[in-house]
């Protein structure tokens, strides 16, 4: 560790001898202690002994966080990072994305949790309805409830209708899309066939009830909840 740190530093003198003003780098060292954690879960880094260390360039770009990371395979020294920061310089560098790993969905699930990966391919080019909830369900006990509504949501829908209509579940601390930013959760956007680029959101005062009167105004053809009803006929068929 050591060696990184004394490389590191020479390349952030390199960097403030001859990148002046608009081009000069903030360089910072930060250790993997119990209260640098969220630090590492904002920049997308593993803080096991095995990942580290880990160089990431970072810039604010119209109020969203950009990151960029080193590839793993390359080692880490005064020439790779100094060619690092030119990179990065130079637009030469791809936009790091945090990312969970993709899960694995059973045929017919209609509640599915998103990861950054996986969010193009499942949500925008599926032909499939997509209702999705962006939460942090970490630190918000508000998502909670929420994820709770979505919950029972799915359960009144049958897995028949997953071939036409679906629910996404994805945490934001851990997942980030491109050309996405969610700047308050929690945020609910419903992505229709054909619609995909222009989600309809649901915002303010979320209760079950609005959630079922959001879906039956912008998917009434669907009939999503066509068996649920049913079965309420009948029960209440079988009391008289």
């Known amino acids: 560790m050591t060696t990184y740190l004394s ?4 390349a952030a003198k390199r960097n403030k001898d001859e990148d002046l003003y608009s081009d000069r780098l903030i360089f910072m060292f930060v250790a993997n202690y119990p209260e640098n954690e969220e630090i590492f879960e904002i920049f997308g880094v593993n803080s096991t002994p095995s990942s580290l260390p880990t160089p990431v360039l970072a810039t604010i770009n119209r109020g969203e966080l950009l990151k960029f990371k080193m ?6 020294d005064r020439e790779s990072i100094n060619a690092f920061v030119s990179d990065f310089l130079e637009g030469k560098l791809q936009r790091y994305l945090k990312s969970e790993e993709v899960p ?10 998103i990861v950054g990966r996986n969010f193009g391919d499942e949500v925008l080019r599926q032909p499939v309805n997509y ?16 994820k709770n509504m979505f919950e029972e949501v799915a359960k009144s829908i049958p897995p028949s209708k997953a071939s036409v209509f679906r629910i996404g579940l994805i945490e934001v601390r851990k997942n980030e899309i491109e050309n996405l930013l969610i700047e308050a959760v929690p945020e609910i956007k419903l992505y229709r066939i054909g619609r995909k680029a222009t989600p309809a959101p649901l915002k303010n005062d979320i209760s079950l ?13 669907l009939k999503l909840f066509e068996a649920e009803e049913n079965k309420k006929e009948e029960q209440i068929l079988s009391l008289g």
């Open 131 to 146: 209702l999705v909830l962006f939460c942090d369900f970490l630190h918000s006990k508000v998502c909670n409830v929420t």
């Open 209 to 221: 009830d609005r959630i079922y009167q959001f879906l039956d105004v912008y998917l009434k053809e």
């Open 7 to 10: 490389d590191f530093k020479a």
């Open 104 to 113: 694995h969905y059973e045929e017919g699930q209609i509640l599915r949790k």
């Open 71 to 76: 590839e793993e395979t390359t080692k880490i």
